[in-house]
């Protein structure tokens, strides 16, 4: 199993850009979470999603979109690029909120906004 | 709402010190409580976790914590560190949503 990939690594962006965050698991997990981390703020939830066609709003999801479509991917979009959103964003999944609760990150997405 | 409080930003020890890394939750209810740790450029991996049961829990690379309720703690120790063990340490707690609800993190220096 690959667990969570996450492309790109890194990114580079100008204000007011677009561009999209890709998350994969191959662990037929049903919950799978974007978070953002800044220094010295721990990790903060955007969006999250317990199966494909359901999504909802995480702690800070202005200026995010997200969708699922499939079990596997879990992409998140930012349309209008900002430079409070130069963060590193991780993706994570889990088998479901009944369960044991561990989460499963991705290696993560470093993204500077210009 | 749940949240989760790191007492130290950054601890600097030497090899072979023991460390203690304190973590406090909010929530007064059932909780599951984590440890993860983050190599330098790396992604989170899970050291531990509690759920419940005996309130002393081993994780890997001879790390443990103990959930003392009545404290609303779940702090992590090591009795000997090593430089390998230099990383940042994020506690986190299960949130509704299925989430986890992380502190803000413990960056740890070992020196060798």
């Known amino acids: 199993n690959a667990g969570v990939t996450q492309t790109p690594k890194f990114r580079i962006l100008k204000i007011g850009q677009s561009m999209t965050l890709q998350c994969t698991q191959d662990m037929n997990h049903n919950y799978m979470y974007w978070y953002r981390q800044d220094p010295g703020m721990g990790l903060k939830l955007i969006y999250y999603?317990?199966?494909?066609?359901?999504?909802d709003k995480g702690e800070v999801p202005n200026g995010y979109n997200v969708s699922r479509s499939t079990t596997e991917d879990f992409p998140l979009r930012l349309e209008l690029a900002a430079p409070s959103q130069t963060s590193v964003y991780f993706c994570?999944?889990?088998?479901?909120?009944?369960?044991?609760?561990?989460?499963?990150f991705g290696p993560g997405t470093r993204l500077t906004v210009l | 709402a749940q949240s989760v409080s790191q007492h130290n930003h950054h601890v600097i020890l030497s090899e072979a010190a023991s460390l203690e890394l304190g973590c406090n939750y909010s929530?007064?209810?059932?909780?599951?409580l984590f440890w993860y740790v983050q190599y330098p450029g790396q992604h989170l991996q899970l050291l531990l976790k509690y759920f419940s049961g005996d309130p002393l829990v081993k994780g890997i690379k001879g790390f443990e914590a103990e959930f003392i309720k009545s404290k609303f703690s779940f702090n992590l120790r090591k009795p000997s560190v090593q430089w390998s063990d230099t990383a940042e340490y994020f506690c986190?707690?299960?949130?509704?949503?299925?989430?986890?609800?992380f502190g803000k993190g413990t960056k740890l220096s070992v020196k060798p």
């Open positions: 999603s317990v199966g494909a066609g359901i999504t």
């Open positions: 986190a707690v299960k949130g509704s949503q299925g989430n986890l609800i």
């Open positions: 929530y007064g209810g059932t909780v599951n």
């Open positions: 994570a999944s889990s088998p479901g909120r009944g369960g044991l609760g561990e989460q499963f």
